[in-house]
């Protein structure tokens, strides 16, 4: 390793952080003193800061995660997870589909974590409030899996303790910082011993590297974050559509190497009157049909700034039936802490304000 010192000390450090998961370099009694401040002084390792916390009702909790420099950003805690990983052909997704007790097998109750991999974000879909940040910086491997560890000691739980789900769908685009948030899947698969089975990564659609991701050994499950069912909306609401294109990105999802038995999600976030109505629904079909996947449906959560509204409920479980009915397997994904400005889209490092809806 470098700084002059033994090769197994990077194994102590990486020990000491990853599975015992000690505070800071200087707590670490198995490396020298003088090593120790040695890391302190050039090195920020250690865990990131918890600065606020959000409690919803609904038992989701947002942490606002601070790190050496001054830089945040928000990491969710949801207790029972969100059913997102329904029908995704994964061990977490059959928990899911059991639904009913918390008790999942071994009886080890479930948790599904939102992670962020970017200080906020460059995409600017615009019914995101993430968004509205622009992009403030990539995270380090470190900062991706430290807020995780962070979260995890908050809720005095381990992966030995509690079956722990991770989605990368906080603040950012992990694959506009891929070599990181990779870095970040290895680490805790083997460092933190959370499986890559039960890990799932959403992207807005950067193709290239939807291709790199399909060819890694250890990867999680792939989610596309669809949201239109044409060209024409997709590019209005997603800007990243003018660069890959609806027929571009289902030709990678198509070419995409699944492992047996999984399936790829595609997450569509109904906007109301914009992309819900029942010829979106037919498109969606169109577009999806034929591929090894299943669609989640989430009502938009709402958010000051935002220029779109939520439909009603109804016409969500229309939506939901239409695809259904044309053989595509669809679940509602439970909004979880909207209250606390938790849910997907919104997390911006609001302060809780009342919300409307
Ligand atoms: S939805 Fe995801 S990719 Fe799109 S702006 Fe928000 S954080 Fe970025």
Redesign the pocket.
Known sequence: MEAGQPAYRGQQLFEALYRQRVEAVDQITTLPNSFRSELTKNYAAGLPQTQKRFVSVDGTVRYLIGFADGQSVETVWMPEGDNGEQGDGSEAGEEEAAGGPREAKGGRRRATVCVSSQAG?A???QF?M??LLGLLRNLSAGEIVGQILRVLQEQKVSPESERINLVFMG???PFLNYENFMKAVRLLVAGVGIPESRMTV?T?GIVPRIRDFGGEQVRPKLAI?LNASNDATRDQV?PINRKWNLATLLTAARQFPLRPRERLTFEYVLLNGVNDSEQNAREVVALVRGLNAKVNLIALNPGPEIPFSAPEEERVHTFQQSLIQAGIPTFIRRPRGRDIYAAC?QLKRAEVVQLSA
Request: glycine share 14%; with cysteine; aromatic share 0%.
């Open positions: 974000c995409v600017n879909c995101c993430t968004a603040q950012g685009e959403s807005a974050s997603m889209g």
